[in-house]
């Protein structure tokens, strides 16, 4: 927080205690009390926004008064608002809870980058998919808003509508894709009804491969979904034909699905860092195998493809992306970085030891903290909540980091049942437990809260009591990529709190070593060629390959691509300084051009090649002079083909050979002279 900037906190009419110096110490502003700011005191904050300065409230509750009269003041200074009463001050441990709300103020005024947005535009064309007369009711209903069609299964005998209001067919929806606004069903055995039906719809005949497009679908089935985690894919709506109420909510909830809607783009995509593929060779596949709605597909060249519109912002994607091709942008790592380290910076200045740093999201974890505040202890002092779009976004960067800056342990909070795309960040918590005890960093340190109960959240928490700081926290600052931010904080707490420098890590962990087998090796270098993180590099004076440990994401295409088959992958942190140098792999002596004297190759390449050329018993070298072209340059080899008057096309008498019409004319011989006279 800036030094002009005004930190109110408010006891809410006394019902929390303040620590005005640890506030004082920590908040990095000027710290002003109150007891009852939103009612008998307004003036105090009516005041504070004619000095000009930013503004920072201690309180949400009230966040919509204080906004209003901010806008009618006219002004245009920050003004930001954060929660201490149910985050720390309405707790059991309250008094002590000063240093906790020094450290919200400063992560309050750490400004978020604004979130950019997708446009789904719907114009209303709805099919709805049934068995029975369910679906014809439901279409009845939507008919006056939506422009519809129903797409009967044919199991059930369903009743003609007595008026054509919209079409009725038969037929199954095989596959779908899309996403609100740009749907597209696949429709097998489609027919249309004979205008005559009369107790019951009959049906013309069939057709396979019929298409469907529309804008939403209302599927009444009772069959399987058309989509995986079918209730986060926007537009297509779902209920069981028998739960009358279910079909009601879901019908309501169509009728509303037109227009022009937005949504967050929750991640972004640089595609040039991708290392999904290269010369069709797959390598990295960790954000196809967690993503829970099929938004990220291959594209068909180098990298994969993220759509905006299908993606529901779980993060695991950004979560386990080893390169940063793919971040979280709701908010993005960075900014979340520096909030969490402005909060445990501050907590500390407070006078505050040995945090605990809990993530949690709004709608599940936010319910949780404030109805343990209001119903039960609270949370304990030293836990600093700091809420994020999705728990399942947090990559080993911010993971990492909370621990350099001086965090005593890590809780993520999630839903007791696991949400769609949680792997990643349990992924990211293995990865990282497995460096904390590399570093000599013992106990349960990193770990999820997994409960619907806010009284088994407060346990969990006061089980972390036992854990301490025993390093000395690193201010760095969180610059450059995710995975740089991750070295740098995993170098820090190296660095502070000792251990071995080089720690083994689970499969599939996103830093390691590619291990060359260098006697089979031939230096092809095609490693080089398909690496998308430059870790294997090629010299282009002399035959020689290098690896830069530091660089490598154990993508595996470097594996895939080898001719040999001498590369292994090994997942290990390695915090050395000659992990951040390249080494040289193999090398081997050039051949010198027997003319020019220019290398311009291995030797071992060129007596190979000519070994394997003159056994082979071709006509072309077993002339001395042209095996000699061999080692010559690219330059010098035209030359003395050129002086030498060589024709590379020349050959010795060239073998008979027999055409189909030569062996005709002999097998009509043979028969002739076998004839008698």
Same mark, same amino acid.
């Given at each position: 927080?800036?030094?002009?900037?005004?930190?109110?906190?408010?006891?809410?009419?006394?019902?929390?205690?303040?620590?005005?110096?640890?506030?004082?110490?920590?908040?990095?502003?000027?710290?002003?009390?109150?007891?009852?700011?939103?009612?008998?005191?307004?003036?105090?904050?009516?005041?504070?926004?004619?000095?000009?300065?930013?503004?920072?409230?201690?309180?949400?509750?009230?966040?919509?008064?204080?906004?209003?009269?901010?806008?009618?003041?006219?002004?245009?200074?920050?003004?930001?608002?954060?929660?201490?009463?149910?985050?720390?001050?309405?707790?059991?441990?309250?008094?002590?809870?000063?240093?906790?709300?020094?450290?919200?103020?400063?992560?309050?005024?750490?400004?978020?980058?604004?979130?950019?947005?997708?446009?789904?535009?719907?114009?209303?064309?709805?099919?709805?998919?049934?068995?029975?007369?369910?679906?014809?009711?439901?279409?009845?209903?939507?008919?006056?808003?939506?422009?519809?069609?129903?797409?009967?299964?044919?199991?059930?005998?369903?009743?003609?509508?007595?008026?054509?209001?919209?079409?009725?067919?038969?037929?199954?929806?095989?596959?779908?894709?899309?996403?609100?606004?740009?749907?597209?069903?696949?429709?097998?055995?489609?027919?249309?009804?004979?205008?005559?039906?009369?107790?019951?719809?009959?049906?013309?005949?069939?057709?396979?491969?019929?298409?469907?497009?529309?804008?939403?679908?209302?599927?009444?089935?009772?069959?399987?979904?058309?989509?995986?985690?079918?209730?986060?894919?926007?537009?297509?709506?779902?209920?069981?034909?028998?739960?009358?109420?279910?079909?009601?909510?879901?019908?309501?909830?169509?009728?509303?699905?037109?227009?022009?809607?937005?949504?967050?783009?929750?991640?972004?995509?640089?595609?040039?860092?991708?290392?999904?593929?290269?010369?069709?060779?797959?390598?990295?596949?960790?954000?196809?195998?967690?993503?829970?709605?099929?938004?990220?597909?291959?594209?068909?060249?180098?990298?994969?493809?993220?759509?905006?519109?299908?993606?529901?912002?779980?993060?695991?994607?950004?979560?386990?992306?080893?390169?940063?091709?793919?971040?979280?942008?709701?908010?993005?790592?960075?900014?979340?970085?520096?909030?969490?380290?402005?909060?445990?910076?501050?907590?500390?200045?407070?006078?505050?030891?040995?945090?605990?740093?809990?993530?949690?999201?709004?709608?599940?974890?936010?319910?949780?903290?404030?109805?343990?505040?209001?119903?039960?202890?609270?949370?304990?002092?030293?836990?600093?909540?700091?809420?994020?779009?999705?728990?399942?976004?947090?990559?080993?960067?911010?993971?990492?980091?909370?621990?350099?800056?001086?965090?005593?342990?890590?809780?993520?909070?999630?839903?007791?049942?696991?949400?769609?795309?949680?792997?990643?960040?349990?992924?990211?918590?293995?990865?990282? +437990? =497995? %460096?904390? #005890?590399?570093?000599?960093?013992?106990?349960?340190? /990193? *770990?999820?809260?997994?409960?619907?109960? @806010? $009284?088994?959240?407060?346990?969990?928490?006061?089980?972390?009591?036992?854990?301490?700081?025993?390093?000395?926290?690193?201010?760095?600052?969180?610059?450059?990529?995710?995975?740089?931010?991750?070295?740098?904080?995993?170098?820090?707490?190296?660095?502070?709190?000792?251990?071995?420098?080089?720690?083994?890590?689970?499969?599939?962990?996103?830093?390691?070593?590619?291990?060359?087998?260098?006697?089979?090796?031939?230096?092809?270098?095609?490693?080089?060629?398909?690496?998308?993180?430059?870790?294997?590099?090629?010299?282009?004076?002399?035959?020689?390959?290098?690896?830069?440990?530091?660089?490598?994401?154990?993508?595996?295409?470097?594996?895939?691509?080898?001719?040999?088959?001498?590369?292994?992958?090994?997942?290990?942190?390695?915090?050395?300084? +000659? =992990? %951040?140098? #390249?080494?040289?792999?193999?090398?081997?002596?050039? /051949? *010198?051009?027997?003319?020019?004297?220019? @290398? $311009?190759?291995?030797?071992?390449?060129?007596?190979?090649?000519?070994?394997?050329?003159?056994?082979?018993?071709?006509?072309?070298?077993?002339?001395?002079?042209?095996?000699?072209?061999?080692?010559?340059?690219?330059?010098?080899?035209?030359?003395?083909?050129?002086?030498?008057?060589?024709?590379?096309?020349?050959?010795?008498?060239?073998?008979?050979?027999?055409?189909?019409?030569?062996?005709?004319?002999?097998?009509?011989?043979?028969?002739?002279?076998?004839?008698?006279?």
């Amino acid at each position: 927080m800036t030094a002009e900037r005004i930190a109110f906190v408010c006891s809410c009419e006394d019902t929390m205690s303040l620590d005005g110096k640890a506030i004082a110490r920590g908040c990095g502003g000027e710290a002003r009390l109150a007891e009852q700011l939103c009612r008998a005191q307004l003036d105090r904050f009516l005041s504070a926004l004619g000095e000009g300065r930013p503004v920072t409230v201690a309180c949400t509750q009230e966040a919509p008064l204080f906004a209003q009269e901010a806008e009618e003041a006219g002004f245009a200074r920050p003004l930001d608002f954060v929660n201490v009463r149910e985050n720390g001050g309405w707790s059991s441990e309250g008094r002590e809870a000063g240093p906790k709300m020094a450290a919200l103020l400063a992560g309050a005024a750490v400004p978020m980058p604004p979130t950019r947005l997708v446009t789904l535009e719907s114009r209303g064309v709805a099919l709805v998919l049934g068995r029975d007369e369910t679906a014809l009711e439901a279409a009845k209903a939507l008919a006056a808003t939506l422009d519809v069609t129903v797409l009967l299964s044919g199991e059930a005998e369903v009743e003609p509508l007595r008026r054509a209001e919209f079409p009725v067919a038969r037929g199954r929806a095989r596959t779908a894709t899309g996403f609100l606004g740009a749907f597209r069903v696949m429709v097998d055995g489609y027919a249309a009804p004979a205008p005559s039906s009369r107790a019951a719809y009959r049906w013309g005949p069939g057709k396979d491969g019929a298409a469907s497009e529309c804008d939403l679908i209302l599927d009444l089935t009772g069959g399987a979904p058309l989509f995986p985690t079918h209730e986060l894919r926007q537009g297509y709506l779902r209920a069981a034909p028998g739960d009358a109420a279910a079909v009601a909510r879901a019908v309501a909830a169509a009728s509303a699905l037109v227009g022009t809607f937005d949504k967050p783009r929750f991640v972004q995509l640089e595609e040039g860092l991708c290392a999904h593929s290269r010369n069709r060779k797959t390598g990295c596949t960790r954000c196809l195998e967690l993503c829970p709605t099929g938004a990220i597909t291959p594209s068909g060249k180098d990298h994969v493809l993220v759509s905006a519109e299908i993606c529901a912002g779980c993060g695991a994607c950004a979560a386990v992306c080893p390169t940063g091709a793919i971040t979280y942008a709701l908010p993005t790592a960075d900014a979340l970085a520096r909030r969490m380290r402005a909060a445990l910076l501050a907590f500390a200045q407070a006078g505050g030891r040995d945090p605990v740093v809990l993530f949690h999201d709004e709608a599940h974890g936010e319910a949780l903290i404030e109805a343990l505040a209001r119903h039960g202890e609270g949370l304990p002092a030293r836990v600093l909540p700091l809420k994020v779009n999705e728990v399942s976004q947090l990559d080993l960067s911010l993971l990492a980091g909370a621990f350099a800056w001086g965090a005593a342990a890590v809780r993520l909070l999630l839903p007791a049942r696991r949400p769609h795309g949680a792997e990643g960040v349990f992924r990211n918590l293995g990865y990282l +437990e =497995a %460096a904390l #005890a590399g570093f000599g960093i013992a106990g349960a340190r /990193a *770990a999820a809260i997994e409960t619907d109960d @806010p $009284f088994t959240l407060g346990e969990q928490l006061r089980a972390a009591r036992p854990l301490r700081t025993q390093w000395q926290p690193d201010g760095f600052l969180p610059l450059g990529a995710p995975r740089e931010v991750m070295r740098q904080a995993f170098k820090a707490l190296h660095a502070a709190a000792g251990g071995s420098p080089v720690v083994p890590m689970p499969e599939r962990a996103p830093f390691g070593v590619a291990a060359v087998a260098t006697e089979g090796c031939t230096l092809c270098l095609a490693c080089t060629m398909v690496c998308p993180t430059g870790a294997f590099s090629a010299n282009p004076e002399t035959p020689q390959l290098r690896f830069l440990e530091e660089a490598c994401v154990q993508c595996g295409l470097c594996a895939a691509t080898c001719p040999e088959q001498v590369i292994t992958l090994e997942p290990r942190l390695d915090l050395r300084p +000659e =992990a %951040a140098e #390249a080494r040289v792999v193999k090398e081997e002596e050039p /051949a *010198a051009c027997l003319r020019c004297a220019k @290398p $311009f190759g291995m030797k071992s390449s060129i007596a190979r090649v000519k070994a394997k050329l003159v056994s082979s018993g071709h006509w072309m070298f077993q002339d001395p002079a042209r095996l000699r072209a061999l080692e010559l340059c690219e330059d010098c080899r035209v030359v003395e083909a050129t002086e030498s008057r060589m024709d590379p096309y020349a050959a010795g008498e060239r073998p008979l050979v027999k055409t189909t019409e030569d062996w005709l004319r002999e097998r009509e011989g043979e028969r002739e002279g076998g004839k008698p006279h």
